[in-house]
Each structure stands twice: as structure tokens, then as C-alpha cells.
């Protein structure tokens, strides 16, 4: 699959990197912000994105979400370290595929690739 990387946090987004190229998936990015996902998006065709909810300057993953989502179909993997009961109940209406917390582990990523692919 192709697999856009929404996040700010260098080291975050290169660990993220390696592991979905451990999985034989192609990524797209990392981008920290909205201006740089639109670039990417108009430019390839990602299947899925992880989003983090905190972008830089200031930005909000959960704007671009739903960006993605009403604009062209493409569905997140949202990562957090703030993933509270109010967070998860505001994410559910952007359809997320799922909600990890951060750090997350390997089996939880594929896991949640696994679900997706299966549709």
C-alpha cells in the first residue's frame, strides 16, 4: 500500500518509516503539515494516513482528517499520546481505521494495515 506519514516529530516519523518499510509498504513523506499533505496528495494517491493530532505550526491532524476524508476518500490511523475517552468520541466521526496510542508497537501497525486491507 501506498501510506502517508502526517506527522511532525522527526524521529517519531522516521521510526514510523522503517516499520511500514519493514511491512513491504511504500511511504508517502513524512509531511508535518497541511500545506506539505497537499502537495503529497495531489501528487500520489495514498491508500490510508497516520495522522497525528498535533502538527507543526500549530496545525490540527484532525482538520486535515477531514480534509482527506471529504476531499478524497482517504481514511486515517490516528497516533496520540493523548487519546482520552472525549479525544476517541470527537475522532470516531472521521471514520478512523484505528486510534493508537503513542509510542505504539509493531503488531499494533500491522494489525491495524491488516484491518483496513480487509475492509
Same mark, same amino acid.
Not at 511491512?23 to 506539505?36: N, R, T
Not at 497525528?52 to 482528517?65: I, K, M, T, Y
Not at 486515517?76 to 481505521?97: A, H, K, V, W, Y
Given at each position: 500500500?501506498?501510506?502517508?506519514?502526517?506527522?511532525?516529530? $522527526?524521529?517519531?516519523?522516521?521510526?514510523?518509516?522503517?516499520?511500514?518499510?519493514?511491512?513491504?509498504?511504500?511511504?508517502?513523506?513524512?509531511?508535518?503539515? #497541511?500545506?506539505?499533505?497537499?502537495?503529497?496528495?495531489?501528487?500520489?494517491? %495514498?491508500?490510508?494516513? $497516520?495522522?497525528?493530532?498535533?502538527?507543526?505550526?500549530?496545525?490540527?491532524?484532525?482538520?486535515?482528517?477531514?480534509?482527506?476524508?471529504?476531499?478524497?476518500? &482517504?481514511?486515517?490511523? #490516528?497516533?496520540?499520546?493523548?487519546?482520552?475517552?472525549?479525544?476517541?468520541?470527537?475522532?470516531?466521526?472521521?471514520?478512523?481505521?484505528?486510534?493508537?496510542?503513542? %509510542?505504539? $508497537?509493531?503488531?499494533?501497525?500491522?494489525?491495524? &494495515?491488516?484491518? $483496513?486491507?480487509?475492509?
Amino acid at each position: 500500500m501506498n501510506i502517508l506519514i502526517v506527522e511532525d516529530e $522527526f524521529l517519531i516519523a522516521l521510526d514510523l518509516q522503517m516499520q511500514l518499510e519493514q511491512l513491504q509498504h511504500s511511504v508517502l513523506g513524512p509531511v508535518k503539515d #497541511f500545506a506539505a499533505c497537499r502537495e503529497v496528495v495531489t501528487q500520489s494517491r %495514498p491508500d490510508l494516513a $497516520f495522522m497525528d493530532l498535533r502538527l507543526a505550526n500549530g496545525e490540527s491532524g484532525e482538520d486535515l482528517a477531514q480534509w482527506l476524508l471529504s476531499e478524497h476518500n &482517504i481514511r486515517c490511523i #490516528f497516533m496520540s499520546g493523548n487519546l482520552d475517552e472525549p479525544t476517541q468520541t470527537r475522532l470516531r466521526g472521521l471514520e478512523p481505521i484505528a486510534m493508537l496510542g503513542k %509510542p505504539t $508497537f509493531p503488531h499494533l501497525i500491522a494489525a491495524a &494495515i491488516d484491518d $483496513f486491507a480487509r475492509g
